[in-house]
Nanobody, 121 residues
Framework: QVQLVESGGGSVQAGGSLRLSCVASGRILSINTMGWYRQAPGKQRELVAGISSGGSTNYADSVKGRFTISWDNAKKAVYLQMNSLKPEDTAVYFC???????????????WGQGTQVTVSS
C-alpha cells in the first residue's frame, strides 16, 4: 500500500550533524503532513518535528534551533537536518505521514521502519 523508508542514520560525536531522509512510495494521491518521531530505550515515542502541506512546521522544544524539517512533495520525501547533536538525541527515528491513497477519500497514518541515530560524547 504505502511504504516509508528512512535513511541517513548513523553514529556521530556530540556536536556533529546528520541528515535523515524518508521517501514515501505506493499508491499515494496526496500527503497532508509528514513528520519525524523518535523513541529512546525506555521512553515513549515523541514528536521531533512535523510539517504540513501548507508548509507550517512544528518542533519539539528540545530540538528547536538545531533541527530543521523540510519536504519535497514531488519526490514524496521528508528530510530532517540535525545539527549540534547531543547524546540525548540518541534514539530510533521514525518517519510518519498522513497520506491519502488511491481509491480512498480519507487520509491514513503510516510509519516507517525507523533508523538508528547514536550520538556519543
Amino acid at each position: 500500500q504505502v511504504q516509508l523508508v528512512e535513511s541517513g542514520g548513523g553514529s556521530v560525536q556530540a556536536g556533529g550533524s546528520l541528515r535523515l531522509s524518508c521517501v514515501a512510495s505506493g499508491r499515494i494521491l496526496s500527503i497532508n503532513t509528514m513528520g519525524w518521531y523518535r523513541q529512546a530505550p525506555g521512553k515513549q515515542r515523541e514528536l521531533v518535528a512535523g510539517i504540513s502541506s501548507g508548509g507550517s512546521t512544528n518542533y519539539a522544544d528540545s530540538v528547536k534551533g538545531r533541527f530543521t524539517i523540510s519536504w519535497d512533495n514531488a519526490k514524496k520525501a521528508v528530510y530532517l537536518q540535525m545539527n549540534s547533536l547531543k547524546p540525548e538525541d540518541t534514539a530510533v527515528y521514525f518517519c510518519e505521514a498522513d497520506v491519502r491513497v488511491t481509491g480512498s477519500i480519507a487520509f491514513g497514518r503510516y510509519w516507517g521502519q525507523g533508523t538508528q541515530v547514536t550520538v556519543s560524547s
